[in-house]
């Protein structure tokens, strides 16, 4: 079955302690992303990959970072994490065709709060 | 800044009846437009998407676009309670980058 996994689904945590949230793939997908979702502000762009080794910051980076080391795998990290990144998060992946682009595929989502 | 814009809602028609969902977006050079649903909580769910002006029509989902004035609505035919849920609009502008809107919740009254 096609998917993007994520994992954990859920997370409470305190400030400052490192964590990450792993997103992979089965779709031999070249594009990747993160985004969160909060309240009132929609979907918000973290980082995307274009494929491995190649990343780039998306609409609201600070505070987060990523690597792209196998195509399948795109691991969202937060060094210190802090309250104001609570938040449900979600990775998503897509194919890369010539002609139009394909939609994208989204993972179940990973709630995280911080205290 | 790339805009997607949505009316936030909620819009809320009668079982049966047909939804009009509405998105506008600011960057003239936009190639591919998506139509998401998402239910509270959970992930985003692809229901349409189109790239050519005109039509599109699946089911009782009608997309449509018009490029020249920036405009891409969803139609929902025969609307269920089941509809009910929160619409986003997304905007291919580069590639493989998505703008959302913030989404229009809609209430399908039995």
């Known amino acids: 079955e096609a998917q993007v996994t994520q994992n954990p689904r859920y997370l409470i945590t305190v400030t400052g302690k490192k964590l990450t949230v792993t997103c992979s793939q089965n779709m031999n997908h070249e594009y990747m992303s993160w985004y969160r979702q909060d309240p009132g502000l929609g979907l918000r762009q973290i980082y995307y990959?274009?494929?491995?080794?190649?990343?780039d910051k998306g609409d609201v980076p600070e505070g987060y970072k990523v690597s792209r080391k196998e195509k399948r795998n795109f691991p969202l990290i937060l060094e210190s994490p802090s309250p104001n990144q609570t938040s449900l998060y979600f990775c998503a992946s897509s194919s890369r065709r010539q002609g139009a682009e394909q939609p994208q595929h989204f993972g179940d989502g990973t709630r995280l709060s911080i205290l | 800044q790339k805009e997607v814009e949505q009316n936030s809602g909620p819009l809320s028609v009668p079982e049966g009846a047909i939804a009009s969902l509405n998105c506008t977006y600011s960057?003239?050079?936009?190639?591919?437009f998506f139509w998401y649903r998402q239910y509270s909580g959970k992930s985003p769910e692809l229901i349409m998407f189109?790239?050519?002006?005109g039509d599109k029509e699946d089911g009782r989902f009608t997309a449509q676009l018009n490029k020249a004035s920036q405009y891409v609505s969803l139609l929902i035919r025969d609307s269920q309670p089941s509809d009910s849920a929160t619409y986003l609009c997304a905007v291919n502008w580069a590639g493989y980058a998505l703008n959302f809107g913030k989404g229009t919740s809609l209430l399908v009254t039995p």
């Open positions: 960057d003239r050079g936009s190639q591919s």
């Open positions: 990959s274009m494929n491995v080794e190649v990343t």
């Open positions: 189109i790239y050519s002006n």
